[in-house]
């Protein structure tokens, strides 16, 4: 088991759209069992491959009070939806960042277990929420994708700088290359 690193907007891996998995092997039990141990540890309540740079279709999900609920979906799709819920979301690739979302209410979705085994799942409040968002990441979508673009520009100079600050702390001489000597 291993806790992956986490991508953050707006690393442009973000917006790679995820690969139908074909192959129900180790590697990807291993992949699926490595989301569920950094999601629990960030802690989130679901996470999609797309954040840890793993540009396929699989998802993990836990909305339990307990964390004793893991969901795993792979190739997911919704076969029903309907009604509408806003609700405040963050996501663990835009940390610190929380704003309303419209998403359907109620949905129903067909998806793979880690066996290759197909099943359905019905979904709603704050499960359906998360499968939405989640579903999202695998096709390079951020839930800041839905808010105003005066908000986005905001949150984006506000990541950027984020980001800035990061890769100096990281690396200190390198960043400071370009400043004079004396
Ligand atoms: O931990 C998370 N909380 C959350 C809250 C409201 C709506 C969606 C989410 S998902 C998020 C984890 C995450 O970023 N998953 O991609
Ligand atoms: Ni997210």
């Known amino acids: 088991m291993a806790q992956l690193p986490i991508l953050e907007y707006p690393d442009p891996r973000l917006r790679i759209r ?11 039990a291993q992949l699926v069992a490595d989301l569920f141990e950094t999601m629990y540890e960030a802690p989130g309540i679901g996470l999609a ?7 396929r ?10 964390r004793n609920e893991p969901i795993c979906l792979i190739n997911p799709e919704i ?3 309907d009604g509408k819920v806003s609700y405040e979301e963050g996501c663990l690739s835009v940390p610190d960042v ?12 067909r998806a793979c277990d880690k066996r290759g085994e197909t099943f359905e799942l019905e979904a ?23 808010l105003s673009t005066l908000k986005r520009d905001r949150l984006k100079k506000k990541a950027l700088k984020k980001a800035k ?13 370009s400043a004079p000597l004396i």
């Open 18 to 28: 995820a690969e139908q998995v074909t192959e129900f092997d180790a590697e990807l």
């Open 49 to 55: 491959a797309t954040q840890v740079n793993v540009h």
């Open 57 to 66: 279709r699989v998802l993990v999900v836990d909305v339990s009070e307990e």
């Open 79 to 81: 076969v029903h939806a």
């Open 98 to 109: 929380f704003e309303a979302v419209e998403r359907a209410e109620r949905i129903k979705v």
């Open 124 to 146: 709603e409040g704050l499960l359906a929420i998360c499968i939405q968002h989640e579903m999202d990441h695998l096709e390079g979508k951020l839930f800041v994708d839905y």
């Open 165 to 177: 600050r990061d890769v100096a702390d990281r690396e200190p001489e390198a960043s400071n290359a």
